[in-house]
Structures are given as C-alpha cells and as structure tokens.
C-alpha cells in the first residue's frame, strides 16, 4: 500500500517558484497514477495537476496551465510539481494523492485517488 509524503513546499513572493516532491517509503509510487490537489483556508479542495502512472498522460487545472509541470521519475518513485510564477491565490496545502483504478490516465477528481499524503503548505505574499 503507498503512504505519499510531500515535501518541498515553503514561503516564496510572488513571481518565485517552488518544487513540491511527493515520495514512498514502500517505493511503489510507481505503480500507481498521482496527483496534487489544494486547499486553501476557508475553500473547498481542488484540482491542481495529475499524471498516469507511465508518465505519457498529464492534465492541469486552468489556474495552473502554463505555471506548473507535473513529472515523475519512477525510478526515484517520486511525483514533482515544479510551480512557476507563483501568486498569492496559489497559497493552500497542497495534497498529493496516488491510485490505481484509472492509473493509465491523469484523472482529475478526488474520487480517483485511494491514498492521500499529510500535505505541505504554500504560502505565497506579494
């Protein structure tokens, strides 16, 4: 069963970036499709950015096209999320989540995912 755990995140100004990792200490990320999900404070969870398992399928929210990359090295059984040219609305925890039902496409909503990680917080001011 994978256990993601996140790291990388921190406060950055706007306009920075940032890589948030997502690992296993089981090393079997790799079997699975990842994503990343937000939350700010006071909003509901959304949709960030999620990859297949292989890596040949991503998909991205609108708010995020263009800033953020997701990639994997599965070798590494690691899932990034490099975020450039942050803004204070990019400011959430940021969730990564792994399954297995639909691991041959980049799914996008929660119910696709089984295993969540703790979070790790973004904080971006102007």
């Known amino acids: 069963q994978v256990q993601p755990v996140e790291s990388g995140g921190g406060l950055v100004q706007a306009g920075d970036s940032l890589r948030l990792s997502c690992a296993d200490s089981e090393r079997t990320l790799s079997a699975y499709a990842a994503a990343w999900f937000r939350q700010a404070p006071g909003k509901e969870r959304e949709f960030v950015a999620a990859?297949?398992?292989?890596?040949?399928?991503?998909n991205y929210a609108d708010s995020v096209k263009g800033r953020f990359t997701i990639s994997r090295d599965n070798i590494k059984n690691t899932v990034y999320l490099q975020m450039n040219s942050l803004k204070p609305e990019d400011t959430a925890v940021y969730y990564c989540a792994a399954g297995l039902r639909r691991r041959t496409v980049a799914a996008g909503t929660s119910r696709d995912y089984d295993y969540w990680g703790q979070g790790t917080q973004v904080s971006v001011s102007l």
């Open positions: 990859i297949s398992w292989g890596g040949s399928s991503t």
